[in-house]
């Protein structure tokens, strides 16, 4: 699809035009796998899908409808009106017929043999197979403590591995020592290799097939492959066959390992490989040949991945090409043999890409002269087998497999991560949840047997395969039913299933027959033009109706002129939702009517407060009331705009029937018949509300300023119910003299607040005036100067003849 959603147009009777967007998300409910399988037989039904079953009651079909109806989902299959019982619907299962217990050892325990040990558990199952339904199991793994380990070191002899030679000749015994830790079981191979003997990777001429070295130095004649020593536990034997050894020489820098590695893989016997951990060690300092260059010496034949060794030396090399990675890929992994690249710094990258592409396999860095090997093999040998890989073999078309794995700490893996586990050590157990789905009836229902193994081990579990592709009515069939049009076809699961050559839902007619005029004349409706309704194929003369995209949907009857989706609606719902669609008609649910069925029955939903259907004030139809009294509107016609209150509006007449007083006295038998009084003494006696539920309380005024209560209720019967309290509530008159005695005391009480307050403001200003002065005063300054027009009236005269004497 191009488009994201639709716009859809839907005309129906209570509506002009209904819009509605519908994504494609919503069309996931039209249609399943069972009825687009169109099934003829329960065997096409099962394979459709695992949700599919198969009706097998004979009069499950109605009038019009396939064959292949019988085929759908099971809940669907049901509400068509097939029981339970009647449903063919097989399931598979898991049988377990292998599981011995996982060995649980030690290296001071008991001595057993490789094959006396047990890693995996269950060994040997057998799934019956529904079409796409998983079956599940549990796969567990438990590294066996000291597992015998074979090792083989293959080792390139070219001239640059000259001081390497010399460091490995030792390997022996001292790798001997160190594996002893790990396990007492431990055996040691030795192979060589340099390159093919054609030109141009070797030089052929008579003197470089001896010596291919310079002539100072003593090389041996140069070969592909030599199996110099099998496994031995003889650690001393190695390092004596390993010092006879030469190096030799070739011409370009590549060297021939993949010829070497693929001998050491499919010689078993040569190599003396035991069903135990295999390790195969490949130390060079150059990098490969591949498939392709033997093209260079003329060579065009693909390796053939088989055995070619004659005492002990490989002698098709110049015969069969180098392997591909791919073909050493699949010959490592179907003899579990884990590789080691030793190798040194300047070519770690390429093999590194190498690793990439072989399982199990690992590389580590060696040192000029390979001093460090014995670490390197150990370091490789502790990351390999503390990794689990399981593999299956070759699937069957229409089989697919997953693994869920369940590792150490809680660590969960799924797609490619759950077929694997890290950081296993010895003693751990680990677990993988493993799910087989057949899709149809693989390989024509035969069984099939497939195997999961970890790689780089010897132990397999193998798993039968049986794929269920019959009912199990199918083994009670009828061959030549008289039901099947005499015998023109099996009985089985409750429908023909027709011979070579017929058709038709019980056999009736012959391919030849089909589509004749005479029987197409069958097919038409009262001798219209239309063909089964344009509903419908003629098939023999009877109308075989289409089926739609929405499974629920379908055409029926014997024109197909009848279907389940073309009735009214209302709300967009098919029969307003509240019933079923038969023929083009509703046939509404209990309490609906209508030809849409949108009209209720139910009344409860046009009761008023005081229970009344419409308040007594109008007529309910469809569950909504119409409201006889024009003054009256609201969904239960009890909302009226312009009337007065309950309680004025019957006032006067319960004034007049109770006390004989208001506007009505004169004509209060008159008017105020309608309802029952009863009188009580109080008002606290009038009834409550959780009494009578639906009680108005009045209280009203008389002529005389007085109060009087009333309630007025209509009861069930809607006869009108008035309770009337006899004590009136009249107001009092006042009291003279208080209200005298307070006013004056509120007088002479107001006269003295005002003289206080006026002598109050007069304190309060005198001080300040007083405050004022004393100011003034302090801040005077007086002048203690002599008056300029004053004169003293002492004359004071000195005797001028006096001496002082």
């Known amino acids: 699809m191009l ?170 015994t001292d790798l001997m020592s160190e594996m002893q830790k790990i396990t007492s079981d431990f055996r040691i191979g030795f192979g060589s290799f340099v390159e093919k003997t054609v030109m141009p990777y070797i030089s052929t001429t008579p003197a470089k097939l001896l010596n291919p070295c310079t002539s100072d130095q003593n090389c041996t004649s140069p070969f592909s492959y030599k199996n110099v020593l099998s496994l031995t536990s003889d650690g001393t034997q ?65 390796n053939d991945g088989k055995c070619h060794l004659q005492d002990n030396m490989y002698t098709m090399s110049h015969y069969y090409d180098y392997p591909s990675i791919a073909h050493l890929v699949q010959k490592l992994s179907e003899n579990n043999i884990q590789t080691i690249f030793a190798v040194t710094k300047e070519f770690q990258p390429v093999y590194q890409e190498l690793k990439n592409l072989i399982p199990k396999s690992a590389v580590g860095t060696l040192s000029s002269d390979s001093g460090n090997v014995i670490k390197l093999i150990i370091d490789a040998y502790n990351s390999l087998s503390s990794e689990i890989i399981l593999e299956n073999s070759r699937l069957p078309e229409g089989v697919s497999i997953s693994y869920i794995s369940h590792c150490k700490n809680g660590v969960s893996g799924t797609g490619e991560n759950g077929r694997k586990c890290s950081n296993i050590s010895i003693g751990d157990q680990v677990t993988f949840e493993v799910a087989v789905t057949a899709k149809g009836c693989p390989s024509k229902g035969k069984s099939e047997t497939i195997k999961i193994k970890p790689l780089g081990f010897t132990e397999e579990v193998e798993i039968v395969l049986n794929f269920i592709c019959e009912c199990e009515c199918h083994k009670e069939g009828i061959p030549n039913s008289p039901a099947c049009h005499f015998g023109n076809g099996t009985l089985e699961c409750g429908a023909c299933r027709c011979n070579e050559g017929r058709i038709g839902r019980v056999c009736e007619c012959s391919k030849d027959e089909v589509r004749t005029e005479d029987l197409d004349a069958n097919c038409r409706m009262d001798n219209g033009t239309d063909i089964c309704s344009n509903n419908g194929d003629c098939v023999c003369g009877t109308c075989e109706c289409k089926k739609r995209d929405n499974p629920e949907e379908r055409y029926s009857g014997k024109f197909c002129e009848c279907d389940n989706f073309s009735c009214d609606r209302s709300n967009n719902k098919l029969c307003g939702g509240h019933g079923r669609c038969e023929c083009r008609k509703c046939i509404c649910d209990a309490n609906y009517t209508g030809s849409a069925c949108d009209c209720s029955l139910d009344t409860s939903t046009c009761l008023a407060s005081n229970k009344q259907i419409c308040n007594g004030r109008g007529t309910c139809e469809c569950g909504v009331c119409k409201c006889t009294d024009s003054k009256f509107q609201g969904p239960t016609c009890e909302i009226c705009p312009t009337c007065p209150g309950v309680c004025t509006e019957h006032k006067d007449c319960v004034q007049c029937r109770a006390f004989g007083t208001g506007d009505k006295k004169d004509t209060c038998e008159k008017e105020c018949s309608y309802f029952n009084l009863i009188t009580k003494k109080k008002k606290e006696e009038l009834p409550e509300p959780n009494d009578q539920p639906y009680i108005n309380h009045c209280k009203e005024r008389d002529a005389n300023d007085c109060w009087f209560f009333f309630t007025y209720a209509t009861r069930n019967d809607s006869t009108v119910e008035v309770h009337v309290a006899e004590e009136l509530e009249c107001p009092s008159g006042p009291d003279i003299i208080p209200i005298v005695a307070g006013v004056v005391a509120g007088i002479v009480l107001i006269g003295l607040a005002l003289l206080l307050i006026w002598k109050l403001l007069m304190i309060i200003h005198d001080r300040r005036e007083f405050a004022k002065f004393e100011k003034e005063k302090m801040n005077a300054k007086w002048d203690a100067g002599e008056n300029p027009i004053y004169k003293s009236a002492v004359t004071t005269v000195v005797n001028p003849k006096y001496e002082g004497k």
């Open 3 to 172: 488009i994201k959603d639709l716009s859809f147009l839907f005309f129906s009777k209570n509506s002009y035009l209904q819009v509605k967007q519908i994504t494609f998300s919503d069309f996931s409910v039209y249609g399943n796998e069972c009825t687009k399988a169109s099934a003829q037989s329960c065997g096409e039904c099962i394979q459709a899908g695992e949700k599919c079953g198969w009706c097998t009651d004979e009069g499950f079909l109605k009038e019009g409808e396939q064959k292949s109806t019988r085929c759908d989902e099971i809940e669907a299959l049901i509400k068509k009106g097939c029981t339970k019982a009647s449903i063919e619907d097989p399931r598979g299962t898991v049988t377990v017929n292998k599981n011995q217990s996982l060995t649980d050892r030690t290296k001071d325990g008991v001595k057993l043999k490789p094959d006396q040990i047990t890693q995996i558990q269950p060994q040997k199952l057998s799934l019956d197979l529904r079409s796409g339904e998983a079956q599940k199991f549990i796969l567990t793994f438990k590294r066996a403590e000291d597992y015998p380990i074979d090792l083989y070191y293959l080792m390139d002899l070219s001239y640059s591995m000259k001081d390497d030679l010399e460091n490995v000749k030792n390997l022996g």
């Open 238 to 302: 190695f390092n004596n066959l390993v010092s006879k050894q030469q190096i030799s020489g070739n011409l370009d820098s590549p060297e021939g390992g993949f010829d070497a590695i693929m001998q050491v893989a499919v010689c078993a016997n040569q190599i003396g490989w035991r069903n135990v951990t295999r390790l195969l060690v490949f130390s060079t300092d150059a990098g490969f040949h591949f498939a392709g260059d033997g093209k260079l010496g003329g060579i065009v034949l693909p």
